[in-house]
């Protein structure tokens, strides 16, 4: 069983910048996949950005350009760097590792968008 937390999540204003963390407490390099999901009110939970253990990445049309997903194998920590935030990115944020997705899910942490 693997236990992920997520971090850095707060109040951003529009046109700001955030970092998320998601520490795993095993060896992420273990996992084909790494991902970033959030949930706004009322809304489904949605993929923002995925990254294998090769490096590949992908996004989300809505956050292509704008957000940055990484790895450190080295410190089994997951990031995404948030940059030029819409009040539209506004949600609980999850991180999720595994061989496919969903495996293991963190518990989310609160991302709020407003001036």
């Known amino acids: 069983q693997v236990q992920l937390v997520e971090s850095g999540g707060g109040l951003v204003q529009p046109g700001g910048s955030l970092r998320l963390s998601c520490a795993a407490s095993?060896?992420?390099?273990?996992?084909?996949?790494m991902g970033w999901y959030r949930q706004a009110p009322g809304k489904q939970r949605e993929l923002v950005a995925g990254?294998?253990?090769?490096?590949?990445?992908f996004y989300a049309d809505s956050v292509k350009g704008r957000f940055t997903i990484s790895r450190d194998n080295a410190k089994n920590t997951g990031y995404l760097q948030m940059d030029s935030v819409k009040a539209e990115d506004t949600a609980v944020y999850y991180c999720?590792?595994?061989?496919?997705?969903?495996?293991?899910w963190g518990q989310g942490t609160q991302v709020t968008v407003s001036s």
């Open positions: 990254i294998s253990k090769f490096g590949v990445t």
């Open positions: 095993g060896r992420i390099s273990s996992f084909n996949h």
């Open positions: 999720d590792l595994g061989n496919t997705p969903g495996d293991y």
